[in-house]
């Protein structure tokens, strides 16, 4: 086995298998239809395991992701962020290519795709069930009425239903909190249905998110979902209750550089353009930037967590370590670090290592 | 002139190449050499704007980054992270062809790598001179002299002098706070060449930070300084007081693709995965992602801020704006994003579109 020596993001492909197996089975559960979100893998390896489970239609978050996808043989795509009259040449190359869905959320890009598109597409109306990031007030039923009055008169766009991301359960912590966020914004989603049936009665609504779909179950009526995350998770979906820290499968493999006995620090070769960034507020008020735990060659113990990354630098990770913990680690050591948030680290890293010693590429 | 239709990072070539100019004077100003760091950009392309200002001897942060400036040329290059018996075979395949500094902080290390190399490199001993990340501390006389009894030993590692990085300026808000950083750091540093001088009369001191480089000019007694950021500048630097927002070379390129008059928010496909999740806290204690500014082209107005990014997501960002900006933005424009800090937007893009409409790739 070649060693580890630089930082090197780690596959457990059993993990991330059970993991996709079993929101597979979930949404099976809901009589739904499973649209997985591939922003978090970005790899069309990964992507077979999920095709390997029946799944032949998928999200992205970009069309530069769509056509990477497109290439890798996905014929039915998504791509859940709103379009714009500007999208319109990337449009026309994928949909001459495969079944493409798109997102709007203005009546003016309706009118103006309708004239600059070539090819039919999908289209969800994106709406806001509470979230306030993107979308139309899902309340707001003179817009969404004037916005299907016009989709009505369209030929290349056809009006599929209706998509919404319930992103506000990521600063939930527990499954009460998120039952609080999900409970008024489904009512909110489900009434479109109750109002509109009569006049589109194949209307389909498409529901998104990980910490939802990962511990509600109650989404009667709706009809397809979207998570992406769930395929690694990730510290922040553990403390949000979704996941346990032995579903997280990823961990960034992160050489020790120095070691600072007089202040419990241990200094890594894992930054910010390893991790990313993202930051996680603790129970105790303290932020990490990644949970530490020790490796055995390329897997690792996620029962073992030896520290929290305290603070990142573009190359470096400063981690605090308890007194025992300390004598333990010395410069030349690589430990593991479970990611916060683990579509950044992914994005970021661009290349897993399974642990059967692998290398799976991702987009570039 | 092609339209942008999805986030891009823009350069301005005249503003970077000044940036070059500036501080290749101003340490020419000193009698120092320039080792700029090249973490930064990342880039074959901008490293060659470099060589036309005279500069042969370079920076990096990671082996990856040395073997990339290697096959493009760059035959003098230190790598500014702690090295460790772990990086031997990245040391040995480098030093094979190229004049490769290494920089190390344990006495155990020095003996584990004069085993395992098989070409002679220098050597710095990295000193903490306040930041707290990684080195000796620069009063450890004690552990200093150890590890230059260990590498008067060494046939391989050829001891140059000691390098230090205030990166703890980079928390600083002006010139005064600077200095305040710099002068105890800096005596702290210069001790060691009249402790050691007798010894060492050869010794170098390398100084790094853009910050402190940017603004500060007593640096008598230094050899050498590795400033990086400078080439681009950023938010951050402009907080600090080391630049004006015209010296920012890089700015994101951001579809807008909705707008929210109701709460003065505009959204844009410009996320994490776009500018990094570093951000910064503004005078009125709020904090942003991003400047955002007025596009002409694929060039900008830095004079005219429209507004500041306030949030951010894997592909989205907000911007909140004033009442007066709302109703000149709409879905399908483009704005520009000043980033936070330039280093981390740039790793994520790996690649730039100049002014002028050339795209300048880095290393992948």
């Known amino acids: 086995m070649s060693p580890i020596f630089e930082p090197t993001l780690l596959l457990n492909e059993s993990v991330c298998k059970a993991n996709i197996k079993r929101m597979a089975e979930r949404v099976k559960g809901w009589n739904g239809d499973f649209r997985p979100h591939f922003k978090t893998h970005q790899s069309a390896r990964i992507a077979e395991w999920f095709r390997e489970q029946g799944i032949e239609r998928i999200t992205v978050s970009s069309f ?61 109306v994106k709406v806001d069930t509470g979230y306030h990031r993107t979308g139309v007030d899902a309340d707001d039923l003179i817009k969404i009425k004037k916005m299907l009055s016009g989709l009505r008169e369209t030929k290349k766009l056809i009006f599929i239903g209706f998509l919404t991301h319930a992103g506000n359960t990521y600063g939930t912590r527990n499954k009460v909190q998120i039952s609080e966020i ?24 498409s529901w998104g998110d990980t910490p939802s779909c990962s511990v509600y179950s109650d989404f009667y009526g709706v009809d397809e979902f979207r998570p992406g995350n769930f395929v ?37 070769h894992a930054g910010a353009v390893h991790l990313s960034k993202e930051g996680l507020e603790l129970a105790d008020g303290s932020t990490t930037y990644g949970s530490v735990v020790k490796l055995n060659g390329r897997d690792w113990d996620s029962e073992q967590v030896l520290g929290q990354v305290r603070s990142l630098s ?51």
């Open 64 to 124: 530069k992701m769509a056509r990477y996808f497109a290439q890798n043989a996905w014929k039915d795509i998504t791509v859940a962020i709103t379009a714009t009259q500007i999208d319109a040449a990337s449009i026309n190359t994928l949909a001459a290519k495969i079944n493409l869905n798109i997102v709007v959320e203005e009546e003016q890009t309706i009118m103006a795709l309708e004239r600059g598109l070539q090819h039919p597409v999908g289209v969800f």
């Open 182 to 205: 999900v409970e008024p914004a489904l009512q909110k989603f489900l009434a479109l249905k109750t109002f509109l049936k009569d006049h589109f009665p194949l209307m389909q609504l």
């Open 232 to 268: 690694f998770y990730d510290c922040m979906q553990v403390q949000i209750g979704a996941c346990q820290l032995s579903d997280i499968a990823v961990c960034l493999a992160a050489p020790v550089i120095a070691v600072h006995p007089q202040r419990n620090e241990i200094v890594v």
């Open 314 to 364: 573009q190359e470096h990770g400063i981690i605090s370590v308890s007194k025992q913990v300390m004598p333990t680690l010395k410069p030349g050591d690589v430990v593991g670090v479970l990611p916060v948030h683990s579509c950044l680290t992914a994005n970021l890293m661009k290349q897993f290592l399974s642990t059967d010693g692998n290398f799976i590429e991702m987009m570039k």
